[in-house]
């Protein structure tokens, strides 16, 4: 069956940008993301360059990574940075406490993350140790990182082989600070905030922008404590939301799924929309002029991990489910952009809502992957505010699902980017879109889609669900009416 939609684009309105910080990623010390999905080692029989596998790298670089983030997760306030540098064969191994008690050999440390970044062209996100590190610590390690100075850090760094600072924007003073970061009350997290962000200095024209470890989801004490006890002294404050059924027994399959399922999953990932929204106007109560980012660094889909996988590390599948959670989530995120200034998937390969999946020399791209493939049209692109009017319907959880959800931006070089997904299973779209009198010369778009919102991707099928072209927009009266197939992610370019 076929439903009727409207929107309306207005192209002269738009005066926010969305920053492309907003497509972030995020690679913990956890299962396999480092050890096997982004690094080899050089010496491994699998292509890579200077132990980064060279399969995933290419794949990555065509996401335009804006920023990663590393270590952790709740790896960071276990991590010690001084234990991941110097030869290899005197870095002291450790146990993952939080993830399955795994060996950690450090072979992957600072070198081996800043370079990664410079290879992918990305920012480097550090998160740094609060739960179980020193000042001292966490001050030297900035020093290492930054000065180009005669410093003591700087002198150990050149040593260590490398002889220019890297430039390091973004530094989280801790991560989840309420829970494995150290089950800390907000007043103490602030003031340990205020002490250990002291001691981070800009050195030799590095200018850190400072993130506060901030609220999971619902905790809105946390945001509000930070603000009135921190305020300008960060640049963010971070905030933590999964897609998840609840933190204790089955998250449910990753995989297996029926649609009323799938429903919920729609519902409980739009929630974030609120959720930002009660977040963002505690926050404008004490920073009118919204100098201080909400930056919501851990962000995605929590299904139960693979049969026959690691216990606690979190390798799980990726469906069209998963495509529709990222896809409308990132529409969210576009909204608050003057707010919202960066958040990171969880996480870049083999860990919760990947990118890709690897197992031994093999990879795959998730639906997921391609949805941030589709979208990176929109980094730094001009917001573009828009009406929407469509069906909606009430899901499991008490909560109201709208069919259509979509998002537009005008780029630099004035090409309108429109990012539709139609989250009906049964029903097709047939929407009419108004650009406001824009004249629209020529109209091309790419389709997510596939025969089930639960197939994905395997080694035997990597290319089950990959896009395709989209020919289903068409100009009509200066307008454009778009045939949105049942369950399908589209993203339109307009000229
Ligand atoms: O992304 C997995 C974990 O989820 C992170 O380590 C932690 O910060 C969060 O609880």
Known sequence: AQKDASIRIYPEQGNQQISKHIYGQFAEHLGTCIYGGLWVGPESEIPNTQGYRNDVLNALKELKIPNLRWPGGCFADEYHWMDGIGPKENRPKMVNNNWGGTIEDNSFGTHEFLNLCELLGCEPYISANVGSGTVEEMAKWVEYMTSEGDSPMARLRRQNGRDKAWKVKFIGVGNESWGCGGSMRPEYYADLYRRYSTYCRNYD????????????????????????????????????????TGWNGSKGSATDFNKDDYYWTMGKCLEIEDVVRKHIQIMDKYDPQKKIGLMVDEWGTWWDEEPGTINGHLYQQNTMRDAFVAALTLNVFHKYTDRVRMTNIAQI????????????????????????????????????????????????????????????????????????????????????????????????????????INDHNTFEKPDAVKPATFDGAKIEKGQLKIDLPAKSIVVLEVK
């Not at 930070?226 to 002294?233: W, Y």
């Open 205 to 244: 024209g590095n200018r850190l922008f400072k993130i506060a470890s901030g609220a999971s989801d619902y905790d809105y004490n946390w945001t509000e404590t930070l603000m009135k006890n921190v305020g300008g002294r960060m640049d963010g404050i971070s905030l933590h939301y999964y897609t998840v």
């Open 349 to 452: 390969v083999n860990v919760l809502q990947s990118m890709i999946l690897t197992n031994g020399p093999k990879m795959l791209l998730t639906p997921t992957y391609y949805v941030f493939q589709m979208y990176n049209v929109h980094q730094d692109a001009t917001f573009l505010p828009m009406d929407l009017i469509c069906d909606k319907a009430k899901v499991r959880g008490g909560r109201e699902v709208p069919m259509v959800s979509a998002s537009a931006s005008k780029d630099k070089n004035g090409r309108i980017h429109i990012s539709l997904a139609n989250v009906d299973v049964d029903n097709a779209q047939s929407i009419t879109l108004d650009l406001q009198g824009q004249k629209i010369g020529s109209v091309k778009g790419r389709i997510l889609t596939s025969a089930s």
